[in-house]
């Protein structure tokens, strides 16, 4: 048998502990057909066989995101990126001249500022955005946290005045000496303005979802989970399905809401695509103080944060998630609504149903010995986006929120793996850094409880082996294996030879999904 595509000269890091290392990858429609040495590929090669010398770069699975939200992340790719500022007057450069070219009217949306990088050392305000644009609405938000800054524009068509009572959980900021509005709003406030942006036409959305898509590859990612937040995304994943334009492998993660649309939508899907569980959210976050934690705050004393359902409501909806035999994925960040998942899950479901359909906890952020020993009992699987590790530290300061003890036992990787629970790991993009070396480098070179940072290799395996467990699919993907499917992602330093706090350099330079080059940047 002869291959299609072979991969030689490099270093494999397969994640398979039988055979951890090799040199060469040979691949047969879409499938590993063998791995080994050179000498050993080279039996595979003949006329029509595509070579690829990899001149010693390193070659590991096709990475695995298991928490993405694609359609707000293509939204995010056309706004105007303000990462390089370093000034307010640099800002509102790139605002005004976004504005001559912007019809009158639409809104502007940028992201990516910080003060902290600003000459003027100081947030921007409603007046340096009114100088750069006055006929159309402007928000840009911040490169950390939950914070935007919008004009006057935007703060007539959002109805925000002086005397608008922020939501629980958000500020809208006003000026202590004059009582006038900056034009920051903060956490929750911050949805004052979001929620009034009108959505593009559906053709644009679809055109964004193809550019994120690209941006995926582009940092080795072969499979996501795509949680599905609105019914709108589900049209736009029929049409892509319909015309074959999915370059990865998606698996889709619903909200409770679209269950009995549920026959519709699997007869909708093909190729790339499936139906792979159903979000339900316990709680809320911890930056908006909205959380569910067993003790208060410790910088609000009154406030523990809400629980979205009932443990009864919780029990009920996960019963009718196991019904359609679908994999409960349920969002809980604080303790309390850990221990109301954790319970949920006992209750509805037999351990039997909990070995076939794999629950998750999604971002379990606060957690203690007893709850991670019973996620180990209940088989329960963690989902975490590491990079969440130094925002909730560096953001949020989850040291004044939690107070040390509390603190102590934020995404405690190390903790969960010694105790055997399975952990898979994600991005949250765009509310996080897209990038999986990014994740990686904050699991493994964590500055804020350091006994919790991880190896390297087990990092890796949050995103690889770990992830193809959490869909189902260890038999298919995860490792590079014979038999299995051909994703691979080609690097430009092995992961496993580098400084940890070099990680984040790490370049993808070639996706291969299904045997076929998805991405290159290879020379």
């Known amino acids: 048998m002869k291959a299609d595509l072979v991969l030689v000269n490099g270093h494999v890091l397969t994640m398979n502990p039988s055979k951890p290392y090799a040199e060469a990858v040979a691949i047969k429609k879409g499938k590993i057909v063998k791995v080994g040495g050179n000498e050993e590929i080279s039996h595979f090669i003949g006329k029509k066989t595509v070579i690829i010398d990899l001149k010693g770069k390193s070659v590991i699975p096709g990475l695995i995101d298991v928490h993405i939200h694609v359609a707000d992340f293509g939204k995010i790719l056309n706004w105007v990126n303000l990462n390089g500022a370093k000034s307010i007057e640099e800002m509102r450069k790139q605002i005004k001249l976004h504005s001559e070219r912007t019809p009158k009217g639409r809104w502007i949306i940028g992201y990516g500022w910080d003060e902290a990088n600003f000459m003027e050392k100081r947030l921007p305000n409603v007046k340096d955005l009114d100088e750069a644009a006055q006929e159309n609405p402007v928000v840009l938000y911040r490169r950390q946290g939950r ?36 034009g920051i709003l903060r956490e929750n406030a911050t949805d004052l303005v979001w929620k009034i942006i009108p959505e593009p036409a559906e053709d644009e959305i679809i055109e964004n979802v193809k550019l994120a898509f690209q941006k995926i590859l582009e940092v080795g990612i072969a499979t996501i989970h795509w949680i599905v937040l609105s019914p ?36 909708a899907l093909k190729g790339k695509v499936k139906l792979q569980g159903v979000i339900i959210f316990a709680d809320g976050s911890l930056a908006s103080r909205t959380a569910a934690l067993s003790k208060p705050y410790k910088d609000c004393p009154t406030t523990r944060g809400p629980l979205f359902y009932t443990q009864e409501q919780l029990i009920e909806l996960i019963a009718e998630i196991r019904k359609n035999n679908l994999q409960p994925v349920i969002h809980a960040m604080g303790d309390k609504a850990v221990k109301m998942a954790l319970n949920a899950v006992e209750e509805a479901l037999a351990e039997a149903d909990r070995r076939n ?21 209940l088989g329960v699987l963690v989902s975490v986006q590491p990079y969440m590790i130094f925002s909730e530290f560096s953001v949020w300061s989850a040291m004044d929120g939690l107070g040390g003890e509390r603190a102590r036992w934020l995404y405690p990787l190390r903790t969960l793996m010694a105790e055997s629970v399975k952990v898979c790991g994600g991005s949250d993009c765009p509310m996080e850094p897209l990038n999986p ?24 395996r949050l995103y690889t082996v770990n992830a193809a467990y959490a869909s189902f699919e260890e038999d298919l993907k995860g490792s590079v294996e ?25 370049k993808v330079d070639m996706t291969i999904v299904g045997g076929k080059i998805a991405y290159s940047s290879f020379s």
């Open 437 to 460: 070396f990014i994740q990686i480098k904050a699991a493994v070179a964590r500055q804020f409880f350091q006994e919790e940072q991880i190896t390297v290799d087990e990092a890796l």
């Open 357 to 377: 359909l794999r629950p998750r906890i999604e971002q379990a952020a606060v957690l203690n010995k007893a709850l991670i020993k019973r996620m180990k009992g």
């Open 482 to 506: 014979e038999g299995k499917l051909a994703d691979l992602t080609v690097l430009s330093q092995n992961p496993l030879e580098i400084s940890p706090n070099e990680i984040d350099r790490i």
């Open 232 to 267: 709108s995304e589900v049209a736009i994943i029929r049409k892509l399905c319909t015309k074959n334009e999915l370059p990865i492998r998606v698996h889709l993660i619903i909200p409770i809401a679209l269950l009995k649309d549920m026959e519709n939508l699997k007869a």
């Open 147 to 182: 914070v935007c800054v919008v004009n006057t524009k935007a703060l007539e068509l959002a109805g925000i005045t002086g005397e608008t009572v922020p939501p629980q959980g958000g500020e809208i900021e006003k000026d202590p000496q004059t009582g006038e509005l900056t």
